[in-house]
Structures are given as C-alpha cells and as structure tokens.
C-alpha cells in the first residue's frame, strides 16, 4: 500500500508498507545512538525488517529524494482487556542536511519546520490502516535515549509523552559454558514456550508476542520434565564509531590486544545476542544465567544484551540474584525513555503505571 499523507508542491509525506532501496540505503548509512556518545550501525537492518511481520514507513520526499523515514512497527496489544493497534518507531533517519547542527541552530530549524508541522498533523489526524479496518484505538510508542536532547524535544512538539523508563542489561563471560538442562525447544515445546511468555509479561504494556518462536533459537533451560526458564534467541552484529570519554580510547585502542577480555568487545565488529521473552519461574531467577551462558556457547558470542523496565519487579530480581558479569558491572546500563502519542488524554497516567515491554528484537 501507498498513501500520499500531505502534497505541498515537490514536496510530499507519504506511508507505504513499500521497503525501497533509497529507505535501506539511508538506515544503513545513520549512525544511531547521541552525538558526542556512543554512536554505532546496524548491519542488518534490510534483513531484519524484511523479517518484521508488519513495518510501515513514513516518508518525506522531494520529488523522489528521500530527506527523511520514520519506521513503525505495529503490533496488536492489549490495554486493560481491551485490543489496541500499536505503533512503535523504530527507526527515525534523517538525510544529513536536516540532521541537527550546533554550528547553526537558526538553519536547522527552517529546514526542519515543514516536517515538524507534517509530523505534528500525521500523529495528531492519521487513522493507520489496522486501526481503521478493525475499528481499534491506536497508539503511537517509541523509545528515545535521555542524551539524546533532540529527539526527545522533537518528540514532545509531535505530541509525544514519557510515561516510562528503560535500562539496557549487558550479559558477559570470557568462557560461556554449556549447561546440561539447556537445549532447543522442540516443534511441539513452543507453543508452551510462548504461553509461557504470555503468562509472564500479561501485566505488561505493550507486550506481544510477534517476534517469538519465529526460528529454531529458541531455548530452555528443563528440569524434572518443567521448563524453569525459556526465550527466543537473535543475534545480532552493530560496528561502532565512537565511543566516548577513556573508556571509548580503552575499547578501541586497547582492548582488542588484551587475550580473553578483548572477546567481550570488538569495536569494528561486535556480535552479541539478544533474548526475546526471557522468563522464568519465580524463585528461580539465578537460572536465567545458565541459560544465557549456554546460548553463548552455542553460538561462539560472549555478549548478551537485553532490554528490562527498571521499575519493575522482574528487572529488580534478575539484578538481585544474577551475576551478569564484568561489562555489566563497568556500565551502570544505558538509560531512555519509553513515549507514546495516544487520543486519550486519560491513558497517559494510566499507562505510565504499568510495567513496559520494550521487544529485544529492535536491539538488532
């Protein structure tokens, strides 16, 4: 599908479920994360979205050069019981000419403000294709790191609200060892597998299952004939451009001579792995590293890294009773906001005292 959303001479915003070549160029190309951070690329992006089950892309032209593409993802979630149609903004990339300048903040601003008035009328009119043809509430969902100081101020002229937080938890071993209790998931396990998931994250907002037990990487840890923890494994593979402060020089320049601990980090080619619904039975949270260190081990990778709400019970007791190891304990976990765009003024506060899930597959 293709709708030209607005039309202002060469200029035009339009959605399309349509992945060009020019939109995979310019993703490939933006390097994410803040400026003066930690700034990095996906090596994979055509491939990952090409396995999202259903991504739209938000595009302004002129004529047909792409200045700038909004991704989202929709995914069917629940809301006190109710179903609703959820958009979440994975990727925001913008040709180098509109991205921001501190050289020259008056030039960044006029060429900004036809997208900001186009953006602010999408989020606040557009009904979006499921939400129309199923007769479900909408709500747009994204997820904004708190140095980034112009997304975030970006995002709230478009109308979006924080009602939320979320941490990144790094899992490491020099020697990831294998567990005898851990092995794949069989065919008929992964229906289990995913009501389990459900069952562990039905509180949450946000939770879906689209991206579970989608290949033969999924894992758990059984014993006595009950699965005690499971997920669904994804690796993933970024190349980093910066990195700041000593530890970015120690990263980049020495680390990689260092035997063992340079497996941790690989500055130009850093692989990790990535767990989607992780869950455990309660009281068994130490488990959740006998499963993870064997998955490293399965897959030759020493990293993992995962998505959490800090606020939630779930994320304090992993935390508590799991030893995460050395990267974990150098990086006290980079924080960002969770942000939503809803029509009821209401939800906001509502859906701020909720526990969020935030899909581990976007790490990728």
Not at 55 to 78: C, D, P, Q, V
Not at 241 to 248: T, V
Not at 319 to 334: M, Y
Request: aromatic fraction near 12%.
């Amino acid at each position: 599908m293709k709708d030209i959303v607005t039309q202002a001479g060469s200029i035009s915003l339009e959605l399309t479920d349509e992945l060009t070549d020019d939109v995979v160029e310019m993703l490939d190309n933006t390097l994410w994360g803040t400026e003066g951070g930690v700034r990095y690329t996906h090596t994979a992006t055509e491939e990952n979205l090409r396995f999202t089950k259903k991504a739209y892309f938000l595009n302004l032209r002129r004529g047909e050069n792409l200045l700038s593409s909004i991704t989202l993802i929709h995914k069917s979630t629940k809301f006190e019981g109710k179903d609703v149609e959820t958009y979440h903004i994975r990727y925001f990339a913008f040709v180098s000419s509109l991205q921001s300048s501190k050289q020259n903040p008056n030039k960044k601003k006029r060429k900004n403000s036809f997208l900001d008035q186009q953006l602010i009328s999408f989020f606040n009119t557009y009904q979006m294709p499921e939400s129309k043809a199923n007769g479900t509430p909408q709500i747009f969902q994204a997820q904004v790191e708190n140095d980034n100081l112009r997304s975030k101020m970006f995002t709230e002229k478009v109308g979006f609200r924080t009602i939320g937080k979320m941490t990144t938890l790094t899992f490491s071993r020099v020697s990831p060892s294998f567990h005898p209790s851990v092995r794949r998931a069989t065919e008929q396990e992964k229906p289990k597998v995913m009501a389990l998931a459900d069952e562990f994250y039905k509180d949450y907002a946000f939770y879906s299952s689209e991206n579970m037990c989608r290949n033969n990487d999924v894992f758990v840890l059984e014993e006595n004939g009950e699965i005690i923890v499971s997920a669904q494994a994804y690796k993933g593979h970024w190349k980093f451009q910066h990195l700041p402060g000593a530890e970015g020089v120690i990263a980049k320049y020495l680390l990689p001579y260092i035997p063992y601990a340079n497996r941790l980090f690989n500055f130009k080619n850093h692989r990790f792995v990535t767990f989607e619904g992780l869950n455990w039975k309660k009281g068994h949270e130490h488990r959740i590293q006998d499963l993870i260190s064997a998955v490293l081990k399965e897959f030759n990778h020493y990293v993992s890294f995962l998505w959490m709400d800090p606020e939630s019970e779930h994320y304090r007791l992993s935390k508590k009773h799991v030893d995460w190891g050395v990267l974990d304990h150098l990086n006290s976990g980079s924080k960002s906001s969770i942000i939503i765009r809803t029509d009821q003024e209401d939800e906001y506060e509502r859906y701020a005292s909720l526990d969020k899930f935030i899909s581990n597959f976007y790490i990728l």
